[in-house]
């Protein structure tokens, strides 16, 4: 086969055939999350709906989404999917109806909608999460970038139209995304043959739980920092006017399209590295701005934490495909647990709020608040990214884990990369153990070879792969294997 250049890749990364239209489903999914939560369609005095309605789904979606990491293979016939399909379509559709309801019931009534619509619209997208996810993971790994890329620029679109639409108009169109991305997700279902059965080969008990949690770290303290932001927003801590909310929401959609297609541009490989480079920055930016006086400042601060938001949402979808495509391992595992810690962070965000509420009240400052929460999101990124070396993209536990073919057909990938790129006997050597995700250091000491001359080793090894990272040598590995 012939192999494309960095260039070719990267410019057939922003490329989109139509015949992978159905592949940008999951942004009505994206678009309706924001248009439920962040305008005033569903509330009385157009405010965001940061209140019951928000923290009802955040309590569903986790249990949602844990639900399926200790199921049983519930994708395994297309009878369950046929089954999950019109659960998460009902979910969602019947869970907006009663957020529509409770607009034109008395108080009492309005609350316990609220919270019944919640619970019922957020198990609906746990189980949208699932489907998308298995989905995604069933593409290459350009087109699940370029997917998330474009999924992002139509759920930007949509928000848009809710905004312009009047009220009655904007509910339905509202209602109408889930059956727009069951739509798209049975086409592409049926066009990539997606649904067919599975094999039953893969074992829960190859699955690194402890691995994987400590990858989670830094995605519930980020999405609990973001959380923690949009609560005080809510209440009037962070005084920002109404009538700028959603312009600072739709600006940082924007924003957070720009990035993610720069991304897909220019980027050959998502890891956790990669995620937080641009996630990181944009959150403590955001908090940085809140120590200028005046509404801009924070008019942009609320528009860097929304792209935060955004991309943190898009990427760890993708990264939690790449890592389910790259290891094997089942997609509904990963996404259920991956996915459970992006909205337990969210939940952690609402219910710290009343203690950041307290903190506030005693020194008469909230930039207290978020200065503690910046410097606990950066330990926790910090004690999540120090794995990658390790890791990298596997969840296999190597001690406990007996040797299979599945080890064997890893060897005999890097052979084949190491003749095919006329590797000597040691960068081949190196090659086996960078495939497999081991740091420089821990190399260095099985082989018993000196920092400087891995150093050279490896950069020999990636000049003639024309790579400039691990994660990029263990995909190209891992293509082979396939």
Same mark, same amino acid.
């Given at each position: 086969?012939?192999?494309?250049?960095?260039?070719?890749?990267?410019?057939?990364?922003?490329?989109?055939?139509?015949?992978?239209?159905?592949?940008?489903?999951?942004?009505?999914?994206? %678009?309706?999350?924001?248009?439920?939560?962040?305008?005033?369609?569903?509330?009385?005095?157009?405010?965001?709906?940061?209140?019951?309605?928000?923290?009802?789904?955040?309590?569903?979606?986790?249990?949602?989404?844990?639900?399926?990491?200790?199921?049983? =293979?519930?994708?395994?016939?297309?009878?369950?999917?046929?089954?999950?399909? #019109?659960?998460?379509?009902?979910?969602?559709?019947?869970?907006?109806?009663?957020?529509?309801?409770?607009?034109?019931? =008395?108080?009492?009534?309005?609350?316990?909608?609220?919270?019944?619509?919640?619970?019922?619209?957020?198990?609906?997208?746990?189980?949208?999460?699932?489907?998308?996810?298995?989905?995604?993971?069933?593409?290459?790994?350009?087109?699940?970038?370029?997917?998330?890329?474009?999924?992002?620029?139509?759920?930007?679109?949509?928000?848009?139209?809710?905004?312009?639409?009047?009220?009655?108009?904007? $509910?339905?169109?509202?209602? *109408?995304?889930?059956?727009?991305?069951?739509?798209?997700?049975?086409?592409?279902?049926?066009?990539?043959?997606?649904?067919?059965?599975?094999?039953?080969?893969?074992?829960?008990?190859?699955?690194?739980?402890?691995?994987?949690?400590? !990858?989670?770290?830094?995605?519930?303290?980020?999405?609990?920092? !973001?959380? #923690?932001?949009?609560?005080?927003?809510?209440?009037?801590?962070?005084?920002?006017?109404?009538?700028?909310?959603?312009?600072?929401?739709?600006?940082?959609?924007?924003?957070?399209?720009?990035?993610?297609?720069?991304?897909?541009?220019?980027?050959?490989?998502?890891?956790?590295?990669?995620?937080? /480079?641009?996630?990181?920055?944009?959150?403590?930016?955001?908090?940085?701005?809140?120590?200028?006086?005046?509404?801009?400042?924070?008019?942009?601060? *609320?528009?860097?934490?929304?792209?935060?938001?955004?991309?943190?949402?898009?990427?760890?979808?993708?990264?939690? %495909?790449?890592?389910?495509?790259?290891?094997?391992?089942?997609?509904?595992?990963?996404?259920?647990?991956? /996915?459970?810690?992006?909205?337990?962070?969210?939940?952690?965000?609402?219910?710290?709020?009343?203690?950041?509420?307290?903190?506030?009240?005693?020194?008469?400052?909230?930039?207290?608040?978020?200065?503690?929460?910046?410097?606990?999101?950066?330990?926790?990124?910090?004690?999540?990214?120090? $794995?990658?070396?390790?890791?990298?993209?596997?969840?296999?536990?190597?001690?406990?884990?007996?040797?299979?073919?599945?080890?064997?057909?890893?060897?005999?990938?890097?052979?084949?990369?190491?003749?095919?790129?006329?590797?000597?006997?040691?960068?081949?050597?190196?090659?086996?153990?960078?495939?497999?995700?081991?740091?420089?250091?821990?190399?260095?000491?099985?082989?018993? $070879?000196?920092?400087?001359?891995? =150093?050279?080793?490896?950069?020999? $090894?990636?000049?003639?792969?024309?790579?400039?990272?691990?994660?990029?040598?263990?995909?190209?590995?891992?293509?082979?294997?396939?």
């Amino acid at each position: 086969m012939k192999k494309l250049n960095h260039n070719q890749r990267n410019t057939s990364a922003v490329l989109l055939p139509t015949r992978h239209i159905s592949d940008l489903g999951w942004g009505f999914i994206v %678009a309706w999350g924001i248009s439920i939560i962040f305008t005033g369609t569903f509330t009385h005095d157009d405010a965001s709906n940061l209140g019951v309605f928000w923290f009802t789904s955040m309590l569903g979606a986790p249990v949602g989404l844990l639900a399926f990491f200790f199921l049983k =293979d519930p994708l395994s016939n297309r009878k369950m999917r046929d089954m999950l399909h #019109l659960l998460a379509l009902a979910g969602m559709v019947v869970g907006t109806a009663m957020l529509a309801l409770s607009l034109y019931s =008395d108080e009492a009534l309005s609350v316990a909608l609220q919270i019944i619509g919640g619970i019922v619209s957020s198990l609906g997208t746990a189980v949208y999460t699932i489907l998308w996810g298995t989905y995604y993971t069933s593409l290459d790994m350009q087109r699940i970038e370029r997917s998330a890329a474009y999924s992002l620029i139509l759920a930007f679109a949509c928000y848009a139209c809710v905004l312009v639409l009047p009220e009655p108009f904007a $509910i339905v169109l509202i209602a *109408c995304f889930p059956f727009f991305s069951t739509l798209f997700l049975r086409g592409g279902e049926g066009s990539s043959g997606q649904g067919a059965e599975t094999d039953g080969t893969r074992s829960p008990s190859h699955f690194n739980v402890r691995s994987f949690v400590r !990858i989670g770290l830094g995605v519930v303290g980020a999405t609990a920092t !973001i959380s #923690l932001f949009w609560s005080m927003v809510n209440n009037g801590t962070v005084p920002l006017p109404h009538t700028l909310f959603e312009a600072s929401v739709l600006s940082g959609t924007a924003v957070a399209v720009l990035l993610m297609v720069y991304m897909t541009r220019f980027s050959r490989s998502l890891n956790l590295g990669t995620l937080y /480079r641009w996630v990181l920055p944009l959150v403590a930016a955001a908090f940085a701005l809140l120590f200028m006086p005046g509404t801009i400042s924070v008019l942009v601060a *609320c528009l860097l934490a929304f792209a935060a938001q955004a991309l943190l949402n898009l990427l760890t979808f993708v990264y939690f %495909a790449e890592l389910a495509k790259r290891t094997n391992a089942p997609p509904y595992r990963v996404f259920g647990l991956g /996915r459970f810690f992006l909205e337990v962070g969210f939940l952690i965000g609402i219910v710290v709020t009343p203690a950041a509420m307290l903190f506030v009240d005693a020194t008469g400052s909230y930039h207290g608040v978020f200065a503690i929460a910046l410097a606990i999101l950066i330990v926790l990124v910090m004690s999540s990214v120090a $794995i990658q070396d390790r890791l990298a993209f596997t969840l296999e536990d190597r001690e406990n884990t007996p040797s299979t073919s599945g080890t064997d057909a890893l060897e005999a990938a890097c052979d084949t990369v190491g003749m095919r790129y006329r590797m000597t006997n040691r960068e081949r050597e190196i090659l086996a153990y960078l495939a497999q995700g081991y740091s420089l250091p821990y190399i260095r000491n099985e082989l018993y $070879i000196a920092q400087s001359t891995i =150093d050279t080793h490896v950069r020999h $090894i990636y000049k003639k792969m024309g790579i400039h990272s691990k994660e990029e040598l263990i995909t190209e590995v891992r293509d082979t294997m396939e």
